[in-house]
DNA sequence: GCTTGCTCCTCTAGCGACTAGAGACTGTAG
DNA sequence: CTACAGTCTCTAGTCGCTAGAGGAGCAAGC
């Protein structure tokens, strides 16, 4: 019966040894059995299961949305599509964080060029963010 | 004396009620006078402040760096370097983010375009999930 | 004067996804 | 045998709010 200890497993995995008990708690892996010391013994499927946890958190998927795609995991018969719209609704979601992103990196490009490398009393950064009027994006 | 309510603060400034209580607490905001009846009243230079934030909190600087902003415009005779500063993070820290989202992008359109609508068993999301070395990026 | 209904007050607790630390135990290498 | 790394559970903290409880102030209508 081959099996790691839950430092091993948060070596393969690239999760943290209190993230990985964090995830337990949560409902996203099965407690998984103990030696006669009462520590955690990680299998392969546990293994595989926390490496897929840990590609979904990079992708940004919040942990409701890992669950639902564990359990969709769980259970390969059904229609793919709940997984299909998880993820679209993610796209979008970066999608528009992308958008609000370079709104801002051009604002602050702005801010950053006009200042003077003066006082504060004619500081560029200060007076955008005093009044925003002069800020070039009025929309918000 | 003119001042208004915190009501009306919020109405003006665009910052929720509950708020610009939790700005205050956090320093942010110097504690403003009471009428009779204990309730905050703001007079100009209060809003002005809140409107400062509000644009702040909007760039997304955290509360610390907004703290140092302001500390920065109450004593306008000082180098303005530190404002530049904190703000060219900013900007680098928002450049960083579009570029991670970027490839976040990248890799969900293309688990998302593979996909083939049918059952679990079959879904281009989770296979990519699971076995990560089918992903575009394999830098992570 | 009295009620209705809105705003305001303080205080505490919750969100998400961890992270940090205390204090105790286990397991192993020298 | 001793040192020390690893593990255990539990609690509390992070950030920037947000929600709710329970109470008080205040203006308008009757």
Chains 1, 2 share one sequence.
Do not use: W
Request: hydrophobic share 35%; proline share 5%.
């Amino acid at each position: 019966m081959s099996g790691v200890s839950i430092g091993e497993a948060a070596r393969v995995s690239g999760i943290k040894v209190p993230t990985i008990r964090y995830y337990e708690q949560m409902g996203l892996l099965p407690e998984p059995p103990r030696t006669e010391g009462n520590r955690r013994v990680y299998d392969e499927s546990r293994l595989r299961r926390l490496t897929f946890i840990r590609h979904a958190r990079e992708l940004g998927f919040d942990i409701g949305a890992i669950r639902t795609l564990l359990d969709l995991q769980d259970n390969p018969g059904q229609s793919c599509s709940p997984a299909d719209s998880i993820a679209r609704q993610r796209l979008q979601d970066v999608v528009e964080r992308i958008e609000r992103l370079k709104a801002l990196q051009t604002e602050l490009e702005r801010m950053i060029a006009g200042c003077s490398h003066a006082t504060i009393a004619k500081c560029r950064v200060i007076e955008v963010l005093t009044d925003h009027g002069q800020c070039g994006t009025p929309t918000h």
